[in-house]
């Protein structure tokens, strides 16, 4: 971004080590929408200029025609089968002890809580300790901690392990961890998240179908702690497209999404 956006005459340098490179944008729908756009012409000026390659990685991609002279590529593997790998449901509103008991009472061996801040994370943690199976990520555990919980969690998710395993996570595992679960309960953020956190369901088509549930958190039944984190319009969007339905197919999740950033744009 320095090197696009110099601002002093030392940034300016940074290009030279940009010249014919291949540049990976992973996860950019982490972009603040305010600079997505600017980002995209200053990028695109640069590639012709220094001879880039740019690659763009992402389950739910921003769209580029506001900011882009033209399309990009879309590289993809086919899917053959268009099999289903989960379904997206919308569930009813819940404090720490009640999604806590949501979990507990459901069938699925392997499962997920993903919360929106660390507090939240680890109130339902603690309501859950006892039961002996249950871990516990956020971004404040140092490296090496986080690393090998989540090793340790990956071994427990072995088809071959039959041992029940509950993972209380914040949005860490959204992205660039590959796990996968039966089932994930996910504590309603925006639309795009709601894709990343489907994406640790069933990955690899470990169960017929997977489920993920969506639940609108609020923290000892009063806080709606989504509001800290997620700016309030795309709270709206995503509320108005996602409760158009009771459930959703991963099919229809893609397109839900971009119509998602068609409004935020």
């Known amino acids: 971004s320095k090197a696009i956006f110099p601002g002093r005459a030392q940034d300016v340098l940074r290009r030279a080590f940009l010249q014919d490179a291949v ?18 012409i200053g990028l695109e000026a ?10 763009f990685l992402s389950a ?21 089968s268009q099999a289903e790998r989960y379904t997206v449901e919308n569930g009813e509103r819940m404090d720490e002890r009640q999604l806590a008991e949501f979990l507990r009472a459901r069938k699925e061996i392997k499962q997920a809580a993903i919360l929106n801040t660390i507090e939240d994370a680890y ?18 555990m140092i490296p090496l901690h986080k690393k090998m919980v989540i ?5 427990r998710l072995d088809p071959k392990n039959k041992a029940s395993l509950k993972v209380i996570s914040t949005q860490i595992i959204e992205a660039g961890v590959d796990v996968s679960f039966h089932h994930v309960a996910r504590a309603l953020p925006i639309l795009p998240s709601v894709v990343q956190a489907a994406g640790r369901v069933n990955r690899h ?22 509001n800290s984190i997620y700016d309030s319009s795309l709270q709206r969007i995503t509320d108005r ?12 999740m893609i397109p839900l999404v971009q119509k998602y950033y068609e409004e935020m744009f």
Do not use: C
């Open 241 to 252: 497209l996602l409760l158009e339905k009771k459930s959703w197919s991963e099919s229809e």
């Open 60 to 80: 739910t991609m921003p769209p580029f025609k506001y900011g882009l002279s033209k399309e990009p590529t879309r590289l993809k593997v086919a899917n053959e």
């Open 151 to 155: 090793s340790e969690i990956q071994d």
């Open 123 to 140: 109130r339902v943690y603690e309501e859950l300790k006892e039961d002996g199976d249950v871990y516990l990520l956020h971004g404040m």
């Open 23 to 40: 540049v990976i944008i992973d996860e950019p729908q982490i972009f603040d929408p305010n600079i997505w756009n600017l980002f995209l």
């Open 46 to 55: 640069i590639s012709e200029k220094n001879n880039l390659r740019v690659l």
């Open 205 to 226: 088509f470990e169960t017929s179908i997977g489920l993920l549930s969506v639940i609108p958190f609020f923290r000892n039944g009063e806080k709606n702690t989504r």
